[in-house]
Nanobody
């Protein structure tokens, strides 16, 4: 099992920055991919950024050039550095991880952290 604990959300003015962190813990063989999704009120959850071991990163078009995803493999932690934030970035941000447990891949989610960008 993998547990994901997020931190770093909050309220920020447009143009500001925030950094989200997500630490994975538990019993697993490996975590080949981690990422961030977000869900704004009344909308579907969408991919923000994802980092895959040996395959690099991918971003939603709406955040390219403003957000950067990175990972500390030794600490099983993924970060999302968000800059030039816009009101439309307001959402609950969820950490996501693919974990290999007993040779089976599972998908795990964090509890979510609120990011609010005021205009």
């Amino acid at each position: 099992q993998v547990q994901l604990v997020e931190s770093g959300g909050g309220l920020v003015q447009a143009g500001g920055s925030l950094r989200l962190s997500c630490a994975a813990s538990g019993t697993f063989f490996s975590i080949p991919a981690m990422g961030w999704y977000r869900q704004a009120a009344g909308k579907q959850r969408e991919l923000v950024a994802r980092i895959i071991s040996g395959a690099g990163t991918n971003y939603a078009d709406s955040v390219k050039g403003r957000f950067t995803i990175s990972r500390d493999k030794d600490r099983n932690t993924v970060y999302l550095q968000m800059s030039s934030l816009k009101p439309e970035d307001t959402a609950v941000y969820y950490c996501n991880a693919d974990g290999i447990v007993s040779l089976v891949k599972y998908t795990y989610w964090g509890q979510g952290t609120q990011v609010t960008v005021s205009s």
